[in-house]
């Protein structure tokens, strides 16, 4: 092999490397759990399961945000175990979601219940529409917490039972890009607009970078969430 071959070649590995490096430590660097979340169970191999007593209503996956902790949803999935709800929420490959959008896989053969629904929250629901638009007959419904479908995933044609919840003070996923993705949705998609909620509290990790203050206190936020989460479960 020539010299200058090698040399390009080298390079071009080393760069790699580095870069792969890069986005490592930077995916490492996750949104953890405040300290005023409590009740949080021990995670079973790369899930947070919610139990409820007796038998659940149904099935519930929630795929956390890019680079947020599953915990930090607790709040969340403590309040849907108590309306009956198994609720389940996975961490991530390099807590990117994106690149685990088939773990669901995972829990619907571990609990064959007759009702599951999955949705997310930001990158989280990206990944779950990713899933469901080709694994409609598995699933019950879809649901997007500041969140929206990829280009490719177009269920406008579909009576798919979806639900949108998202922040007005939202400074990651926009009004404008609700309002820009809304022909994304299917024709049953019911959308739910919380005031003076923002981006970081559809989760309880405290403040995210690029997002906006919230005009109202995570705990109404997340009470918000969980009542038209379960408004849409109960009705679809």
């Known amino acids: 092999m020539k010299k200058w071959l090698l040399y390009i070649l080298t390079g071009m590995f080393t760069l790699a490397l580095l870069a792969f490096g890069a986005f490592y430590i930077w995916a490492e660097q996750t949104y953890e759990p405040t300290d005023q979340l409590s009740d949080i169970p021990e995670r079973q191999e790369d899930w947070v399961i919610f139990e409820p007593d007796g038998e659940p209503k149904a099935g519930v996956v929630l795929y956390p945000g890019a680079k947020v902790e599953p ?16 609720t389940a929420i996975p ?110 509290q559809f989760g309880w990790y405290g403040e995210q970078k690029g997002d906006n203050l919230a005009d109202i206190p995570v705990q109404e936020q997340q009470d918000i969430i969980v009542k038209e989460l379960v408004k849409w479960l109960e009705s679809s």
């Open 71 to 86: 915990e930090s949803y607790s709040y969340i999935g403590n309040q849907l175990r108590e309306q009956g709800y198994l």
């Open 91 to 200: 961490s991530m490959r390099f807590n990117f979601p994106i690149l685990e959008a088939q773990k669901v896989d995972d829990i619907l053969e571990r609990y064959p219940l007759d009702e599951w629904f999955i949705g997310g929250h930001s990158l989280g629901g990206v990944a779950a529409a990713s899933y469901a638009d080709v694994n409609q007959e598995q699933l019950d419904g879809l649901f997007f917490l500041a969140s929206y479908p990829a280009d490719q995933n177009d269920f406008s044609d579909s009576d798919f039972p979806m639900l949108s919840i998202y922040g007005e003070k939202d400074g990651l996923t926009t009004l404008s890009d609700i309002e820009e993705k809304k022909p994304l949705l299917s024709n049953a998609a019911v959308l739910y607009e919380i005031k003076g909620g923002n981006h970081a």
